[in-house]
């Protein structure tokens, strides 16, 4: 049972930046591509970033490409979400999540969540 526990969250300005975490245990994290997810009140989850096992192949959604950027530490086992330039529509709850099905796009290819992390971005 692979547990997740995300954290870095907070309320920041238009502009600023922030760095979430993604502690991972319980299973052996060098081997999971991940990925990032966040949700805003009244949405549906939406993909933001995924990276593979190693961290040699990264993607973006185009909302945060160019300002957000996935990487990962197998040795600490801990994904990283550095956020620059945040605006206000970046205010959700983000998630980290293990990849086991085929579609790293989709959240249903996604079989274990942290508990999610607040960024609220105020204008």
């Known amino acids: 049972q692979v547990q997740l526990v995300e954290s870095g969250g907070g309320l920041v300005q238009a502009g600023g930046s922030l760095t979430l975490s993604c502690a991972a245990s319980?299973?052996?994290?060098?081997?999971?591509?991940m990925g990032w997810f966040r949700q805003a009140p009244g949405k549906e989850r939406e993909f933001l970033s995924h990276?593979?096992?190693?961290?040699?192949?990264?993607y973006y959604a185009d909302s945060v490409k160019d300002r957000f950027t996935i990487s990962r530490d197998n040795v600490k086992n801990t994904l990283y979400l550095q956020m620059n330039g945040l605006k206000p529509e970046d205010t959700a709850v983000y998630y980290c999540?293990?990849?086991?099905?085929?579609?790293?796009?989709?959240?249903?290819?996604?079989?274990?969540w942290g508990q999610g992390t607040q960024v609220t971005v105020s204008s």
């Open positions: 990276i593979n096992w190693d961290g040699s192949s990264a």
């Open positions: 999540a293990v990849r086991s099905g085929p579609y790293p796009y989709t959240e249903e290819s996604y079989n274990y």
């Open positions: 319980g299973g052996t994290f060098s081997r999971y591509d």
